[in-house]
């Protein structure tokens, strides 16, 4: 039994540092309920994840409820031959963490109703030796860690867990995360400081913020981490960086996530000294074997690689006139001997479209590249396909390559770096988003069939998939360059692992996590969270239009002319008539076609599309009326309008939380918000005036005026 003891102050500063994973110390009665849990820890084995895991089960223990858990090092056991180290059975009640195949040792009558495979883990409480156990067992190590964060998370929640009796298993195998970390130490598109991996070109001496990183990854669940970003830097190939790269598996191993590098497919050309990356040339082959095999003896568990080519100027095998599937296989077969995986992104696309041309569409690149390829890639290839047609804007609908590829492993790429959607520098978070996305049904076949579950291979029986987040931590204490950012990383792990878990119930349990329990804090900032998306949207990118954002630079400020006129195909097509990107097969370029039949149905009429997706799929004229009874030059002014006041808004919600939240974390979050309200209004203002200009229809309600006076008449 555990004596309780109770403390923190919930004003105490905060960094940010521990995340979701402080383990403030419960008061006295939210901690009551756990006073008859056991107070030894019995470990079957002791792998460093396994390590890991009781060392976090006895750190969380301690720190939320008060006593120092025994570790079974300290109960004394007659040894025999290699069983030495370990404990066999429990001597008191214990918490008993060990896989299933151990537990039977002990228990061999033990029948759970459905065994745990995989990363899955079972919560038990079971008499073992007429003890009372609590026992976090699973398939494999990695799960037993999974069941420990999962109980240290029900304490924190206050959850009973006396008689606990919970099975889990994630919904997809493979839940990775992406950084796009340069070896200099920058990051693309990160705003959360530099790399915690490299610097100078080198891999840093003090790894200890990437332990760290493992710690918060594998709580939530993420099992893999390729560390370098996807325009990758041949470099990252050389014999000698790979040495050092073991470094950063070493520190991620005991937390059980694999690491993965982005590769350059012209690597054996520009690294190596073949004058050729022809992906079908059986040099070509032998060079991938060789350096995947240098990399395996370095890094047993090694977890492959990601490869960005024929994208953005990076070299791809169209420069020989092979297919992706080509470049793809040949990478792949020389992981398969180690059991690695390829993650090939679909992000392929030409950036130098004719613009001019209306029945040009980016949208339509990776199905016309890909779905061709179906059948063709080896499987341990995964295609790694971005969420939306185009490249993470505010709102679009999902990638129709989803449903594409039947004989195909897939993966759903997500963003958690918020590129698109304020860049840390305004709140946004994504997760209801990414539920939308993993829930939506792509009616394969006419049957239910949702992208979680094409992901998860459960629609096409496919053996491997999975979920990617585009993280991009950093060093700063934040991870993400603002705390509540942090919501999304979170967010992002849980649903990875459980799609069906309400966007409400995670913005919920991160706050309570993050800030504790004062029910007007959680209340404050999982209403904040919940809106900040749709706020973000109304006024940056309305009714589906994409990007207004500057798209040849910052991918910050408003700029809606910076998409028109070039190739990189982020059209909205706004002209003196209408707005939108007719996308139809009756008149358009046809991209709604590459959707199963039920769901193009629904996009190509008007009378059926969604408002929220108006724009993206049709060319309208401004006077066009919605579903919801305004025009769609009316719909622009207030919702601009709308989001800017709604941001406004965010400060005085904020604001009630004076006193309540630590004055480092208030302070940080306000001056965020502040400046936030401020952008909202330069957006308001600058789309305002840019529509209004280009339809010459006033806002009805006079609003713009007020702001530019004789100017707009
Ligand atoms: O969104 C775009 C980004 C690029 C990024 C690319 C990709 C890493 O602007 O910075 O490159 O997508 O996903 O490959």
Redesign the pocket.
Known sequence: MVAISSGASPLAAETGDDAWLGYTALDKEQASIYENLPSSVLTMGDSPVLKSAQQELAAGVKKMLGPTLHLDADVAQPSVGSQARHVRNPVGDSFVLGTLSELKTIVPKLKPAREPSGDGYWLKVLRINGHKCLVITAATDRGVLYGVFALLRKIALGEDISAVDEMQQPSAPLRWVDQ?DNLDGRI??GYGGPSIYFADGKVRDDLGRAAEYARLLASIGVNGCAIN???ADPHILDDAFITSVSRIANVFRPWGVQIALAVDLSSPKTLGDLDTFDPIDQRVAAWWQKKVDTIYREIPDFGGFVM?AD??GRAGPSAYGRTQADAANVIARALKPHGGVLFY?A?VYNHHLDWRNLKNDRAKAAYDIFHPLDGSFDDNVIIQIKNGPI??QVREPVSPLLAGLPHTNEAVELQITQ?YTGQQRQLCFLVPMWAEVLNFDMRVNGNPSTVADLVAGRVFHRPAGGVVGVANVGMDPTWLGNSLALANLYGFGRLAWNPTLSAESIANQWTRLTFGSDPLIVQTITKLQLSSWTVYESYTGPLGVGTLTNITGN?YDPGPESSERNGWGQWHRADHEGIGMDRTVATGTGFIGQYPPDVAKIYESLATCPDNLLLFFHHVSYTHMLHSGITVIQYFYDSHYDGAERAHDFVSQWMELRGHVDQQRYSEILAMLNYQAGEAIVWRDTICQWIYELSGIPDQKGRMKAISGDYLR
Do not use: G, L
């Open positions: 796009w693309e598109r970003n996807v325009n960005k994208s953005e992104r992000f490249d993470f590129e991918h």
